[in-house]
Each structure stands twice: as C-alpha cells, then as structure tokens.
C-alpha cells in the first residue's frame, strides 16, 4: 500500500514559470516530509523539507506547502530553470525512523 | 557535509555469481542506513533498514538469505546480493541520517546500476 503518492508522473513548465508539484500521504503518523531531486543515474539530492508544525517553508526559489487536513504538500519552484529538470520525489516519515517515498515526478523546464 | 559515498557505480556480473556493494558515510556517524531499489521509470523501494551492530529489518517481500546485508561500523553497510539472477537487474541505492541529529534528512549515495547477464 502506497503511503505515499505522487499523482502526475510528469509536468512540463516554460522557463521563468511556477512549476508545481504535488504529493498525498495517507498516514496521519507522519510528521515530517521531505523534497528530493534525481538526475538519472544517481542518488537523489536532498531539497527541502517541512515539519507537520508548520505549513510553509522556503528556501530561495523553493518553497514548500503542507496541508494536514488534506494530506496534501507541494513543491513550488519560482522562477523555474532548465537546470530544474529532474525527477522530484517527495518523502514522508514519522520519528525519523523509516522514510516513505512516491513514485516521483519528472519535471521538464523548457528554456 | 553529509556525504554518502556508495561503490561500485556500476556492476555486471554473470548469473549466479555475488555481488557487494558498499555505503560509506564519508563525514557523519549513521546508526542507520536504508537500502532502496528503484525499478525503471518506478519509486525507491524500501529493502531493508540496516542497523550498526544488530540484524537489518527488511521489508516485506524481500528476501533476507538473498539480499545480505552487514552494517559493521557507524560509517559502512554492505549489501550482497547472493545467487545474483537477471530479474535483480535494477539501481540500487544506498542512503543513511546522522547519527546526532534527531531531525536529520536522508543523504543519499549515487546509487549503483547492478546488470545480471
């Protein structure tokens, strides 16, 4: 059962544009989540993470939004580069103790 | 920092054979390191939860005698696949949080592309 899910599997953004990214989790548990950016052929790259005590963190063009009641968090990267493109995963875990990830979302900017 | 280094990049071994790949945390203490394997255009899929000096945990469906794994110290795990067979043909990565921060995220290795002939 898939804990944690990544909906579209992939999203095409203009340069200079929002780019959006979208994941749901089921479990209620869960109390941190995380953003990660793949290139092919290696590890993924931490990104950006939230608390469930918050709704909101940024980091430069990154920001991240959770939305408990819905169990719903986004990545939103503004201005989108082609640099973007990569496959983002996002990950959920309660106490740190195992970490559950979607299914990604490649995203492509096109310059 | 927070560096994870994860070898060979990449393997062919014949059918049969065995195969260790190693995870290093280069600048960090890890207690704990995952194993995951990621399937073409799939998500990570947790293997197993490798534990300095205790038995790893792996998941369900994953079968323990074949996928070894050996957590020695608090800065290596190993993963070996025994009896290595086409169908475990896939990209295996490696990732481990510090040990002395609570709230520490996930650092991953490059991952190593495993091909069975």
């Known amino acids: 059962d898939q804990q944690v899910k990544q909906n579209s599997p992939s999203l095409s953004v203009q340069e200079g544009r929002i780019s959006i990214l979208n994941c749901d989790y089921t479990?209620?548990?869960?109390?941190?989540f995380l953003w990660y950016k793949k290139y092919p052929a290696e590890g993924p790259t931490f990104l950006i993470s939230?608390?469930?005590?918050?709704d909101k963190n940024e980091d430069g063009r990154f920001t991240v939004f959770l939305n408990k009641s819905a169990k719903h968090l986004s990545l939103h990267i503004v201005p989108s580069q082609p640099g973007d493109s990569a496959v983002y995963f996002c990950?959920?875990?309660?106490?740190?103790?195992?970490?559950?990830f979607g299914s990604g979302t490649k995203l492509n900017v096109k310059p | 920092g927070a560096v994870v280094s994860q070898h060979p990049s990449w393997v062919i071994c014949k059918s049969g054979t065995s195969v260790k790949i190693e995870c290093r945390s280069l600048?960090?203490?890890?207690?704990?390191m995952f194993w995951y394997r990621q399937f073409p255009k799939q998500s990570l899929m947790l293997m197993a939860t490798?534990?300095?000096?205790?038995?790893?945990?792996?998941e369900q469906g994953v079968e323990k005698d074949k996928f070894l794994i050996n957590h020695a110290s608090l800065t290596l795990s190993t993963l070996t696949v025994t009896s290595a067979h086409p169908e475990d043909s896939s990209f295996y990565i490696c990732?481990?949080?510090?040990?002395?921060?609570?709230?520490?995220?996930?650092?991953f290795g490059n991952g190593t592309r495993l091909t069975v002939t």
């Open positions: 939230i608390s469930s005590i918050k």
């Open positions: 490798s534990n300095e000096g205790s038995k790893a945990t792996y």
């Open positions: 600048d960090f203490q890890a207690t704990t």
């Open positions: 990950a959920a875990t309660y106490n740190f103790n195992k970490f559950y």
């Open positions: 479990n209620s548990m869960f109390d941190y």
């Open positions: 990732s481990a949080s510090r040990s002395d921060r609570r709230d520490s995220p996930l650092h």
